[in-house]
Nanobody, 127 residues
Framework: VQLQASGGGLVQPGGSLRLSCVTS????????IGWFREAPGKEREAVSC????????RYLDSVKGRFTISKDNAKNTVYLQMNSLKPEDTAVYYC?????????????????????WGHGTLVTVSS
């Protein structure tokens, strides 16, 4: 099982990026996909997650209204559209797959709940 995250880069404050997470097998084989980020000197935190079966979602409060998670089952891909980026969004972003529903609040920020992880993609928001 492999997850490949891509789409990071350098962007100015207020700009946008779209991250992609491609799974090696059918995306339907997982219950959920989540995006986490880890900034220098900070703990890894959950940013967003989506249930593959019913497309329910959850977001970190600080990204609500700016980030949107979506999926394309045919392409085995989950996207994270990031708009109105801020310097504090700078981090390495990781995608991960869970075998249980990650959307309930008690599981949202629990990295151990996810079974498979991809390599990160660096997002730098700076002028």
């Amino acid at each position: 099982v492999q997850l490949q995250a891509s789409g990071g880069g350098l962007v100015q404050p207020g700009g946008s990026l779209r991250l992609s997470c491609v799974t090696s097998g059918s995306i339907s084989g997982y219950y959920g996909i989540g995006w986490f980020r880890e900034a220098p000197g900070k703990e890894r935190e959950a940013v967003s997650c989506i249930s593959i079966s019913d497309s329910s979602t959850r977001y970190l409060d600080s990204v609500k209204g700016r980030f949107t998670i979506s999926k394309d089952n045919a392409k085995n891909t989950v996207y994270l559209q990031m708009n109105s980026l801020k310097p504090e969004d700078t981090a390495v972003y990781y995608c991960a797959a869970s075998l249980g529903d990650p959307v309930p609040e008690q599981y949202f920020n629990v990295a151990e709940y996810y079974t498979y992880w991809g390599h990160g993609t660096l997002v730098t928001v700076s002028s």
